[in-house]
């Protein structure tokens, strides 16, 4: 039986922060979408990942982390692109998922992957394929960027009302890195992971 409505939270979660929970937590209520797939990507062709990663400790700490959000078991951490082999494109991801899940799709972004969409392969597949939720985040500039979308893509959007948080996985890593306590940007037992997996400690 197909879910009757799914969203699909991709990145790389290198490591999963607060940031990311708070765009979880607010589509987890001010939506009712039935099922939320969070899916970390195993090689994003959108960057490069220059340290020493790996993706199933991503998929853990996310575990850890969502498990202190109030969703009931709507949130589920997908490893579907982890077990693919090759870059992970959304648009081969969503098709997948409309094909077999759901065709009833919200693509959730942040901002600064709202912001550069129309640079993803095949994007006007992504458009066709889902809604997009997205999240604004300081220091990146929307401005102008939804009306574009709607006008030249017949975007479906969605504006997720979240208060923004200054923290992001590359000052965590080089936290890290310098054996320092991170848990002021990440869940405790993410942090505890961290330290203990020895994670990051090559640098970043």
């Not at 208060?163 to 965590?172: A, F, G, Q």
Request: net charge negative.
């Amino acid at each position: 039986m197909k879910d009757p409505s799914i969203a699909i939270y991709g990145g790389t979660f290198a490591p999963v922060h607060y940031g990311h929970l708070a765009v979880l937590e607010a589509l987890a209520r001010q939506t009712d979408i039935g099922r939320i797939y969070v899916m970390p990507t195993n090689i994003p062709p959108h960057k490069r990942i220059d340290f020493d990663d790996d993706p199933m400790k991503r998929a853990e700490m996310l575990r850890l982390a969502v498990k202190g959000i109030d969703a009931g078991d709507r949130i589920e951490i997908s490893d579907y692109e982890l077990k693919k082999e090759g870059p992970s494109y959304t648009y081969l991801t969503l098709t997948y998922f409309s094909e077999n899940v759901s065709p009833d799709i919200t693509f959730v972004c942040g901002a600064d992957m709202f912001a550069t969409l129309p640079r993803w392969k095949c994007s006007e597949t992504i458009f066709r394929l889902a809604r997009i939720a997205y999240a604004e985040r300081p220091g990146v500039d929307l401005s102008g960027v939804a009306e574009r979308y709607v006008n030249e893509y017949g975007a479906r959007l969605l504006r997720l009302d979240i208060e923004p948080r200054d923290c992001s996985s590359t000052m965590i890593r080089r936290l890290a890195a310098e054996g320092r306590d991170v848990s002021e940007y990440t869940p405790p037992a993410v942090a505890e992971y961290i330290r203990d997996n020895r994670l990051y400690r090559s640098g970043s």
